[in-house]
């Protein structure tokens, strides 16, 4: 005995509509609250990253613990920049926590007093600040390349609630692919 089939086309298009709802419900989930993807733009973060690295951003982790010095991070414009008309997210290392005092002298960068180790530097900063001390619920973030990044030395502290999420993975060009280095 063969059996037959009937093709009803409004079903097929109801079981396509709702895969395709169900599918672009969980990407912007995924998006919104799990991970990015993002590009770099700007030579700031040279070495570490190159103008047109991609990156995954993972937004999880934040939401179990703080940032944590080193930490290369995705943030929304703080006020400052918003006064200044400039609305675009930025990438920057961490380098000062809530409380903490930084300050930058004679090409080194220091935290509460302890010159900072930072072999992913292109170059020593060329400008001094501070002491500054931190205040709470704020970052103080540089770029890694340090006299080419407009950063927490012009501009002043990150919010903790700007920061999107950590910077994680570089996966294209595939020349760069890895972990992104903290």
Known sequence: MIQTHTFNVSSSW?????????????ALGLRTFVAETRFIPSDSMVPTLSVGDHLIVE??????????????????AP?????QNLHDDLIKRII???GDVVEVKA???????????????VASPNYGIGPITVPEGKYF?????RNHSYDSHYWGFVPAEDIIGHALWCYYPLTHWGKVAS
């Open 107 to 121: 090409g080194k960068v220091f935290v509460n007093g302890k010159a900072s180790k930072e072999s992913y530097l």
């Open 59 to 76: 937004k999880l982790s934040y939401h179990v613990h703080p940032p944590q010095r080193g930490d290369v991070v995705v943030f929304k």
């Open 14 to 26: 109801l079981t396509a509509t709702r895969t395709l709802s169900v599918a672009v419900l969980l």
């Open 96 to 98: 000062g926590l809530p």
């Open 141 to 145: 973030v540089l770029g890694d390349n």
């Open 79 to 83: 006020p400052e920049l918003l006064a």
